[in-house]
């Protein structure tokens, strides 16, 4: 079982940085990949980027290549989001999944662990 909690989001303008924190419990945060997924008012949500166990391996949406980058701290059982150059389409509920594997090879993939959510608005 792992439990996620996501922080850091808020009100940011366009152009601007945020970066979303995921802290994990338990002791098996070394085993899974993990990622970060968004849902918009009104749509599904999507995908946004993974992280392998290791933090050798990353996967982005192409939305927000070269804007986002996903990174992880295992000693802290935390992933991290950094979102550059925000626009308001960025404007989302970002949620922390997590998936047991030991592969490298990561991406829109089922996750089976899931946070609550933390509020992301860009404004224009």
């Known amino acids: 079982q792992v439990q996620l909690v996501e922080s850091g989001g808020g009100l940011v303008q366009a152009g601007g940085s945020l970066r979303l924190s995921c802290t994990a419990s338990g002791r098996t945060f070394n085993s899974c990949a993990m990622a970060w997924f968004r849902q918009a008012p009104g749509q599904e949500r999507v995908f946004v980027a993974a992280?392998?166990?290791?933090?050798?391996?990353?996967y982005y949406a192409d939305s927000v290549k070269g804007r986002f980058a996903i990174s992880r701290d295992n000693a802290k059982n935390t992933v991290y989001l950094q979102m550059n150059s925000l626009k308001p389409e960025d404007t989302a509920v970002y949620y922390c999944?997590?998936?047991?594997?030991?592969?490298?090879?990561?991406?829109?993939?089922?996750?089976?662990?899931w946070g609550q959510g933390t509020q992301v608005t860009v404004s224009s």
């Open positions: 992280i392998s166990w290791s933090g050798s391996s990353t």
């Open positions: 999944a997590a998936r047991f594997t030991l592969s490298q090879v990561v991406g829109p993939m089922t996750y089976n662990y």
